[in-house]
């Protein structure tokens, strides 16, 4: 058998590995740093402007992620496991939400948490259905219990913000609903997100259809803006219900909206959404005006998969 010469397999060599220097971001519109994790691929990031990834991780299931003031990174490993690693990955808290404060044996699940203060994180439990805010060594400082019209320790709730009122604004997503509590628990307002005259259908792509709500934040004016999650919609309410402003699935040329995610209203008054499950043709991240123009999108199916939901701009370095 001819062996082959050391120049053939040097050649060989640089044909593999030269793609992965090209797995690079997409970005239309104003180059921006991205936070972005997903659970298909397993990978949490920091995407840089130029599209190259400047910091990540390996990671399990996620749906939430923050970069901290200091540079951290608070994220989840699992369903039920909160971390916080400094830029060099060394883990300084951590915190177990399958062994901690009588969950143990339970069913439970972690789909959003927020550092609340410099000693407290809020940890908000599906299955258990609960909020808590826990200090650096795990002890409970404040409890609220949820109300859950269809339990489901997979999705009694997606993403929960602490507001600056002090209440809590959460994003049900079996119940369809975004409510808001006090911090003694008591409901003070609540939207049903409805389906708009639709049937329900399956899946989790631009076919399926529902109401299952991932996020909600409360905005200046006092308004609420919703991610419809399988609902392929961005809803703005008004403390009376009022549904003032609405992207639907088909809104924007050339882009198909599947399970919206993240939403976050920028102080130019422009949108700007997660777009998860909508396969590799269209963005995982879009910023659109209020007229819905498309103004910048980010793209990345090398590095990361079809099931993005944590995405975020993070300040230039």
């Not at 830029?87 to 959003?112: C, F, I, L, Q």
């Not at 602490?162 to 997503?173: D, R, T």
């Not at 007229?291 to 998969?305: E, P, Q």
């Amino acid at each position: 058998m001819q062996i082959p010469s050391r120049q053939f397999l040097a050649l060989m060599a640089l044909c593999v590995t030269v793609p992965v220097f090209g797995l690079r971001a997409e970005q239309t519109g104003p180059a921006r740093r991205v936070l972005a994790a997903d659970d298909s691929t397993g990978r949490l990031a920091i995407v840089a402007p130029d599209g190259s990834l400047e910091w990540e991780m390996k990671v399990g299931a996620i749906h939430d992620a923050w970069v901290l003031p200091d540079g951290n990174v608070l994220f989840q490993q699992g369903w039920t496991r909160i971390v916080e690693v400094t830029p060099d990955k060394k883990t300084v808290w951590e915190y177990d939400a399958a062994k901690s404060n009588g969950n143990a044996g339970k069913p439970v699940e972690v789909h959003a948490f927020q550092r609340t203060g410099p000693n407290t994180t809020m940890i908000v439990e599906s299955g258990p259905a609960r909020i808590i805010e826990v200090d650096r060594d795990g002890k409970i400082r404040q409890e609220i219990k949820l109300k859950v019209d269809h339990p489901s320790a997979h999705s009694d709730t997606r993403l929960v913000r602490k507001i600056k009122n002090g209440n809590y604004l959460v994003a049900h997503e079996s119940d369809g609903v975004v409510r808001e509590y006090d911090r003694t628990g008591r409901i003070v307002w609540e939207f049903e997100v409805p389906l708009f005259g639709k049937e329900r259908k399956g899946g989790h792509g631009p076919e399926a259809f529902g109401n299952s709500v991932f996020s909600a934040s409360r905005l200046p004016n006092g308004n609420t803006l919703i991610g419809g999650g399988n609902g392929h919609c961005v809803l703005e309410v008004t403390p009376r219900k009022e549904i003032v402003w609405k992207l639907e699935q088909n809104d924007l040329p050339g882009i198909t909206l599947a399970w919206v995610t993240r939403v976050e209203r920028l102080a130019n008054g422009n949108t700007l959404l997660g777009n998860c499950h909508a396969g590799p043709e269209n963005p995982q991240f879009i910023e659109v005006t209020h007229d819905k123009k498309v103004v910048w999108t980010f793209k990345d199916f090398k590095n990361f998969g079809n099931s993005m939901p944590v995405q975020a701009v993070l300040p230039a370095k």
